[in-house]
């Protein structure tokens, strides 16, 4: 089983920085993506940015310029740096992992149970 363990979310005022921590923890041969969704209040959950192992990221364009996003491998961790937030950031951070559970199955993707981050203006 694969458990992605989020951290770092809290309160922080406009144009302020955060950073939030994810460790994929458990037992698998291999993880290929991991990144980061949020939900805010009244909305749908949205992708926020994406790793691949060889470190190719993706951002959606809303917090493009604003968060970066970094893999450290061998300890199937990712940080999300975010600076210049906004109330719009506020919202619950979600940690997903794709990863391989065992040599007979394909990938999988898992999800943290999310972290808090709240904007003040």
Not at 19 to 25: I, N, Q
Not at 107 to 121: A, D, F, R
Request: proline fraction near 3%; include cysteine.
């Amino acid at each position: 089983q694969v458990q992605p363990v989020e951290s770092g979310g809290g309160l922080v005022q406009a144009g302020g920085s955060l950073k939030l921590t994810c460790v994929a923890s458990g037992t698998f041969y291999d993880l290929n993506v991991m990144g980061w969704h949020r939900q805010a209040p009244g909305k749908q959950r949205e992708l926020v940015a994406t790793i691949t192992s060889d470190g190719t990221t993706h951002y959606a364009d809303s917090v493009k310029g604003r968060f970066i996003l970094s893999w450290n491998g061998p300890k199937n961790t990712v940080y999300l740096q975010m600076s210049s937030l906004s109330s719009d950031d506020t919202a619950v951070y979600y940690c997903n992992a794709n990863a391989l559970p065992d040599r007979a199955s394909g990938y999988v993707s898992y999800w943290g149970q999310g972290t808090q981050v709240t904007v003040s203006s």
